[in-house]
């Protein structure tokens, strides 16, 4: 099945975004690592989100720390 999806700024039908990693600033706290996804044709920003590599990396920190913790506890 084609894809028929389209850009809202330039029309250009979208097979592919780009990716580029971005700071989101934050009031408190520091910045978080993101990722915008830009229209390959006009460049314009279409969605940004967290870094999804930057956040499976923390969960699994977070998993690691919570293991050793319960090592710890036996
Ligand atoms: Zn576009």
């Known amino acids: ?12 039908t979208i097979t592919r975004l780009n990716v ?3 700071e989101l600033e934050r009031d408190a706290g520091g910045p978080w690592k ?3 996804y830009a ?7 279409l969605s940004v989100n967290v870094n999804p ?3 499976k990396h923390d969960v699994a920190l977070l998993v690691q720390g919570a293991l050793d913790g319960s ?3 036996k």
Do not use: T
């Open 1 to 12: 099945m084609a894809n028929k999806s389209k850009c809202p700024y330039c029309n250009a």
């Open 71 to 73: 090592k710890k506890l």
């Open 20 to 22: 580029e990693e971005i």
């Open 53 to 55: 590599e930057v956040l």
């Open 39 to 45: 229209c390959p044709v006009c460049r314009k920003i």
């Open 34 to 36: 993101g990722v915008s």
